[in-house]
Each structure stands twice: as C-alpha cells, then as structure tokens.
C-alpha cells in the first residue's frame, strides 16, 4: 500500500523531529527574560526543563531549585518536573519510532503494507505528549507569578512545538497514502536467494 518514498521521506522528517525534540530537553532556553539598562548594560536569564542560566553569573544551576518547590510554589515545580519527565518519555518513544522506520523500511513489502499502522500509532502518542508538554509550559508561564512582562517563550518551545507537528503530521500523511497509493507492484526475492545462494 504504501510506498518506499513514502516512509523514507517521513523518516528522514523525524530524524529532524528528533533532533529538534533532545535539543529542546537540553538547552535552557524554555523561557528567557531580557532587559536592558539604562546604562547599556544586558541582562539574560533562561529558564530550561532541568537547567537555569544567567548573565550575571555567567553559569547554569538545576532548575527548579529547593525553593522553588517548597510552599505554595510545590504546584510550579511538579508541573515544570512533569513537563521534564514527559519530554524524556518522548525521546525514548523516538528512538523507538526510529527502530520501528528502520524495520519497516528494510523489512520488504509485507513490513511497509502492514507497518503504517504501527508508525502512525508511535508518530500519535509522540504527537499528544510532546503537545501536552508544550501546552503545560505555555500554561505556567501565562498563569505563574513568577513570568512578568519580559519573559517570553525561547527557541526550546518553538523546538518542541515544531517537533510534535512533525510528527503528528507525518502520522496523517503515513495513514492517508496507506490508503490512497496502489499496492507496489512485483515481487521480492526470498532472503535466501537475494544473494545467490
């Protein structure tokens, strides 16, 4: 049903997808405040899911800290270490998808007319938990204290929002030609004859 080109072109869309998703987990740039003195001066801190970064000190420290978990702020920092827990469920659950492309890919004709389902189900759950990270930051820091006019949301979320439409995405394309594209036409050697023996 579906063809070839079909899963090597959303392959090669998710090892983007991927990259752009353990990119977002690592750099801290979640949410970033900028301000700028009246004497010239710069100022930049950048919040990541695990790191915290200013320019006045020059270096990062785990993010969130003690403090920041302790009293009324407990809700913040449960939200901000699920929205950390659920972005590293969906790197493994990439990884996974990228097993199941190769095996797909590699495992002939049968493996690409049954395999769509199995890839647009992983490209799916990939798709709702990145969304639901993506949507818990973007609600933290509309309704946190914490986030005042300065602060706006940084490279990391643009990451992730661009990483679970791709995959999202590519489950719609890899579903729809399952059913529009034609079986592929001819048959495959047996393994044991490919190479002559």
């Known amino acids: ?3 070839l080109i079909v899963y090597s072109t959303a392959f090669v869309a998710f090892l983007g997808a991927t990259a752009m998703t353990l990119a977002a987990i690592f750099i801290p ?3 970033t405040w900028t301000v ?5 001066g710069h100022f930049t801190k950048t919040i990541g899911l695990h ?21 009324s702020d407990r ?6 270490r699920s929205v950390g827990f659920m972005m590293s469920l969906t790197a493994v659950l990439e990884l996974a998808t990228l097993v199941a492309y190769i095996v797909v890919i590699l495992g002939g004709k049968q493996k690409r007319e049954a395999g769509w389902k199995v890839l647009a189900s992983l490209l799916l759950l ?12 973007a609600y933290l820091f509309d309704n946190d204290e914490r986030f005042f006019v300065g602060w706006k949301l940084d490279k990391a ?16 394309f890899i579903s729809l030609s399952a059913f529009v594209f034609p079986p592929e036409d001819g048959y495959e ?3 044991s004859e490919r190479h002559g023996r």
């Open 75 to 80: 809700y913040f920092c449960s939200m901000w």
């Open 157 to 172: 979320w643009i990451l992730c929002t661009v990483s679970w439409s791709i995959a999202v995405l590519s489950a719609a």
């Open 1 to 3: 049903m579906t063809r």
């Open 29 to 31: 740039d979640w949410i």
């Open 126 to 137: 990939i798709g709702v938990v990145q969304c639901a990270s993506m949507a818990i930051v």
């Open 36 to 40: 700028d003195t009246a004497d010239g």
């Open 51 to 71: 790191r915290s970064c200013s320019s006045t000190t020059g270096h990062c420290i785990h993010y969130p800290q003690q403090e920041d978990c302790s009293g």
């Open 189 to 191: 050697l047996i393994p």
